[in-house]
């Protein structure tokens, strides 16, 4: 009776899904079944029957399921709560209890299968304790407290068994010497504000910009503790409230700042990649060998191939878009064509069978796919995991993963082996046995910290807890799903006298009273932080608490960490995040002369100087895929644009002559020259239309930019331009130390010159499809210095213009898009305007009157083609974006040693994976090597 509760509780489910099956329901998949569990748990929890039920039509579905189930699991034991009777036998009959006192401590609310287990003690035993949190001046929120005492208290007087005067513990002993505590012990249940007016020492509050800066704080304050202090690792307790945000973060940062933990891992099926592979093999079969869920087959490392004829296939499929049954049997002499048929072969064994049997089992569906498993030999691929040298350690539970599934499987079988089952049902019933597995893996270290949920927290012995995410939402939980029964539902049940767990304000009097008892457990110092921005970036309020500790305790100060610099500028080794550093013999390896760069280059080391080391050290690169990607979108907007302003220069076409239907043939032509060289836009009826739509955005780009031309007096001078060692323009060279410069080549979209008397002024204009616009901010933190790099390399090449005084113009971005304009803004008189306007540049201008004309001649109060206005004077307004000259080469400098700064350090070999950050804009958001930095 009720040995194995992992099989007890797999099994629960497998009878669900039976019962589910059996009724043809549509939902049989792991939610739903283990919603339907937990229900049906409230159900016998609080000794309700299904012909109780039976009087609320509401929830009659869930009913005829609890019923079915009431009737299979009869006499199976595998439910306490069927047992009481039995439970209640051993009670009577055990001989250790009739000369002992029990002692009951720990709850705040008893179903009545522990009512009955109670009362069971109380007739036998020698004497009972039963200790409560409560406190009389607090009477509502301890009403189910006083509901529990009055029914036992009632249950004692009928059974004649005596019932002594209760005990009342007024006097708190353990805070004498810590009067903040004492007050906090009193108050936290309170709704009223009771000054604290002394000094507040042991309670502390911390507000962080974001999650990330928290727990940073956090590991640094514990460093700080056990250094400084004298308090052990095994004194302090780290308590969260939202584990989807904090878990991961704290185990990893935790672990870089050499904080030791203890921890319960309960790891979860899918994290295996053996799991994965398993879950795939009909998903495969059902999807037609559709070549995502093969390339996930084959990553796996479980298949028939190794893992380089896998990578090889791999990379076939991704290139040439290989899917379905046809194309993988389809024979072939070359390597790829033996490697396809070694990859089908157990493949084409299943499918054979399950056409073969119209109407499969349960049991027969598993049989294959264990037959299946059997083939490729994968118990023996196990073994080799676990005994890797390397990897064996990271590989250690698979054995136990394996063994488990395997009993599972047994049980899958037992109880739904005859069966019958579609193919796509079967995979959900594989689904729901396969969740039911887990590993739980306990770190429990001598002297390490105690990290856990807030919620299933056991803390003894304990000095310091630190308590993260006391944030609105976060506590009190808003988290209001009351599972399949909803809370109208429950509510229509507990006016005929059927209740069924707690909800609404109870719920949150039984967080509060569960919160209470783990706070005041600690001994000596309460830390509360909460977070401005949760893990997605949008902002997120304090909790109630915190209003409440500010109230009762007029000295206590919120105090505001600034970010991970502050922990970083302190003297506390092994505190602040490692910092990875190559060795100087590694350094002058990769750079055995000088340092050749681009922009990109540049802008990737700012972003992140791992994602750098990754992309260009390593040349660690993406798998090329069989489809249409910004990256080719981007690669022809600038190409088609340079052949065409290069057309017009050469075949000097007048840019007035300009319209649509001349542009669009223009166009047409330089496209189908462009889709030669590259076929995948000619691939299919698909890329034809995407091509199709890109032409259309081409053709209003160009539009606009035939405009701006025209408003201006500058000329388009030259397209795609190369600054480097061969080309038209020299490159960059920066002196960043140990005898070694830095070289940065490069292209330029477009250059455009307007020449008066013995000056060049010169403007920059970079083809933007991406959303980018122009920052100051962004040139300052190195993220964005693509601009300012190509007037630096123009202005520094003295032969550019000849003896032409060279003066900068300006710098901008062109927006390439669809432009859409609203119906209702537009008119007969305003709409070339407004198109005008949706194609604005951003960027930035000299502070020259004279030159913004020469940019926008019809510009008057303010322009559409350059981020400029004009006051009524005629003068540059304020909102304009200009800098004089003289900032405007300050601004170059002060980029120049940016950029001297990153060459030191990458001299220095930092690659730290280090992201920039500012506020919703995270380096990691698109970083196509986010999985692999650890961050």
């Known amino acids: 009776?009720?040995?194995?509760?992992?099989?007890?509780?797999?099994?629960?489910?497998?009878?669900?899904?039976?019962?589910?099956?059996?009724?043809?329901?549509?939902?049989?998949?792991?939610?739903?079944?283990?919603?339907?569990?937990?229900?049906?748990?409230?159900?016998?929890?609080?000794?309700?029957?299904?012909?109780?039920?039976?009087?609320?039509?509401?929830?009659?579905?869930?009913?005829?399921?609890?019923?079915?189930?009431?009737?299979?699991?009869?006499?199976?034991?595998?439910?306490?709560?069927?047992?009481?009777?039995?439970?209640?036998?051993?009670?009577?009959?055990?001989?250790?209890?009739?000369?002992?006192?029990?002692?009951?401590?720990?709850?705040?609310?008893?179903?009545?299968?522990?009512?009955?287990?109670?009362?069971?003690?109380?007739?036998?035993?020698?004497?009972?304790?039963?200790?409560?949190?409560?406190?009389?001046?607090?009477?509502?929120?301890?009403?189910?407290?006083?509901?529990?005492?009055?029914?036992?208290?009632?249950?004692?007087?009928?059974?004649?068994?005596?019932v002594e005067k209760d005990i009342y513990l007024k006097q708190n002993k353990r805070y004498k010497d810590k009067l903040d505590l004492a007050h906090l012990e009193k108050t936290l249940l309170s709704d009223k504000v009771e000054k604290f007016v002394e000094n507040t020492v042991n309670i502390h509050c911390y507000s962080t910009s974001n999650v990330y800066e928290e727990v940073y704080y956090i590991g640094y304050e514990i460093k700080r503790l056990v250094q400084n202090e004298d308090y052990r690792y095994k004194d302090i307790v780290v308590a969260y409230t939202n584990g989807a945000v904090y878990r991961r973060d704290i185990i990893r940062?935790?672990?870089?700042?050499?904080?030791?933990i203890s921890q319960t891992n309960k790891d979860t099926p899918t994290n295996y990649s053996l799991i994965r592979f398993i879950l795939l093999i009909y998903n495969i079969v059902l999807k037609d060998f559709e070549y995502e869920s093969m390339n996930k087959y084959l990553k796996t490392n479980y298949t028939n191939v190794s893992l380089a004829e896998a990578a090889l296939l791999e990379k076939y499929i991704l290139e040439y878009g290989m899917s379905g049954y046809k194309a993988w049997i389809e024979e072939s002499e070359d390597n790829i064509g033996v490697l396809k048929k070694k990859v089908m072969e157990p493949f084409i064994t299943l499918k054979t069978k399950l056409e073969k049997n119209q109407v499969v089992t349960v049991k027969e569906y598993t049989e294959y796919l264990y037959e299946f498993l059997e083939y490729i030999e994968v118990r023996g691929r196990i073994k080799e995991k676990s005994n890797d040298e390397i990897y064996g350690e990271y590989n250690k539970n698979i054995v136990q993963i394996w063994n488990e599934l395997v009993k599972a499987l047994g049980v899958l079988v037992s109880i739904l082996g005859d069966e019958k089952s579609t193919l796509e049902q079967y995979l959900c019933v594989l689904d729901v046995t396969i969740n039911n597995i887990t590993v739980d893996e306990k770190i429990d270290l001598i002297d390490a910290v105690l990290v856990e949920d807030i919620s299933k927290i056991m803390t003894t012995d304990k000095k310091i807890l630190f308590l993260l995410g006391v944030n609105d939402g976060y506590i009190p939980s808003k988290n209001s799903n009351t599972g399949l029964i909803s809370k109208e539902e429950r509510e229509s049940l507990s006016k005929v006298g059927i209740d069924i767990g707690v909800f609404g304000e109870d719920k949150i009097n039984e967080e509060n009273i569960y919160l209470y008892n783990t706070l005041m457990k600690i001994e000596q110092k309460l830390y509360f932080s909460y977070s401005l921005q949760d893990s997605e970036g949008k902002s997120i309020n304090q909790a109630m608490l915190i209003t409440k500790l500010r109230k009762n305790f007029e000295s206590l100060v919120v105090h505001k960490y600034d970010g991970v610099e502050d922990i970083q500028e302190q003297d506390m080794t092994g505190c602040i995040k490692?910092?990875?550093?190559?060795?100087?013999?590694?350094?002058?390896?990769?750079?055995?002369?000088?340092?050749?760069?681009?922009?990109?280059?540049?802008?990737?080391?700012?972003?992140?100087?791992?994602?750098?080391?990754?992309?260009?050290?390593?040349?660690?690169?993406?798998?090329?895929?069989?489809?249409?990607?910004?990256?080719?979108?981007?690669?022809?907007?600038?190409?088609?644009?340079?052949?065409?302003?290069?057309?017009?220069?050469?075949?000097?076409?007048?840019?007035?002559?300009?319209?649509?239907?001349?542009?669009?043939?223009?166009?047409?032509?330089?496209?189908?020259?462009?889709?030669?060289e590259n076929n995948i836009f000619n691939s299919s009826s698909k890329y034809k239309f995407i091509t199709s739509n890109l032409k259309n955005i081409l053709v209003k780009s160009i539009l606009a930019m035939t405009q701006h031309i025209i408003n201006g007096r500058f000329i388009p001078t030259h397209f795609e331009i190369g600054f480097g060692d061969n080309d038209l323009i020299n490159p960059i060279k920066i002196n960043v130390g140990q005898n070694k410069t830095m070289i940065i080549k490069g292209k330029i979209d477009r250059v455009d010159l307007l020449k008066e008397d013995d000056k060049v002024y010169v403007k920059v204009i970079d083809y933007k499809s991406g959303n980018l616009t122009f920052s100051m901010e962004d040139i300052r933190s190195n993220i964005n210095m693509q601009l300012m790099l190509y007037m630096m390399a123009i202005l520094e090449d003295k032969k550019f213009v000849g003896d032409f005084l060279l003066i900068p113009a300006g710098v901008f971005y062109f927006q390439i898009g669809n432009k859409k304009i609203k119906l209702e803004d537009v008119d007969t008189n305003n709409i070339e305007e407004i198109s005008l306007k949706k194609y604005k540049m951003s960027g930035l201008v000299i502070g020259d009157k004279s030159v913004a004309k020469a940019m926008d001649s019809k510009m008057e109060a303010k322009s559409n083609i350059i981020p400029v206005e004009l006051k009524q004077d005629g003068e540059l307004g304020k909102r304009s974006s200009v800098l004089d000259v003289g900032d405007f080469y300050k601004l170059l400098s002060q980029v120049k040693e940016n950029i001297a700064e990153i060459g030191r350090e990458i001299l220095e070999g930092n690659v730290e994976a280090k992201p920039y950050k500012?506020?919703?804009?995270?380096?990691?958001?698109?970083c196509e090597y986010k999985d692999i930095c650890g961050m």
């Open 253 to 260: 940062y935790f672990e870089k700042m050499n904080i030791p």
């Open 918 to 926: 500012n506020g919703n804009i995270g380096a990691c958001d698109y």
């Open 578 to 676: 490692e910092k990875y550093i190559l060795s100087s013999e590694t350094v002058d390896k990769i750079y055995p002369n000088n340092i050749y760069m681009s922009a990109s280059r540049l802008q990737d080391y700012a972003m992140c100087p791992f994602k750098y080391f990754a992309k260009y050290n390593l040349g660690a690169e993406e798998k090329q895929i069989y489809r249409l990607q910004m990256l080719d979108i981007g690669k022809l907007y600038h190409a088609i644009l340079s052949m065409f302003f290069y057309k017009v220069k050469i075949d000097k076409i007048d840019m007035a002559s300009l319209n649509k239907e001349i542009i669009e043939g223009i166009v047409d032509g330089l496209i189908i020259k462009y889709i030669e």
């Open 1 to 162: 009776m009720y040995t194995d509760e992992k099989m007890d509780k797999l099994k629960n489910n497998m009878i669900l899904t039976k019962i589910l099956l059996k009724n043809k329901s549509d939902n049989i998949n792991k939610n739903y079944i283990n919603e339907v569990s937990k229900t049906i748990k409230e159900f016998i929890k609080y000794n309700i029957s299904p012909e109780t039920l039976a009087i609320s039509h509401r929830i009659s579905d869930i009913n005829k399921i609890y019923a079915d189930y009431i009737k299979y699991t009869d006499n199976l034991g595998i439910i306490p709560e069927q047992n009481i009777e039995f439970i209640v036998n051993i009670i009577n009959k055990s001989e250790i209890l009739f000369d002992s006192v029990v002692v009951i401590d720990e709850f705040y609310n008893l179903s009545p299968f522990q009512m009955e287990i109670i009362k069971a003690i109380l007739k036998v035993v020698k004497g009972t304790y039963i200790a409560m949190t409560m406190d009389n001046a607090y009477e509502k929120k301890f009403a189910n407290i006083m509901k529990i005492i009055g029914a036992l208290k009632y249950y004692a007087i009928t059974q004649d068994i005596k």
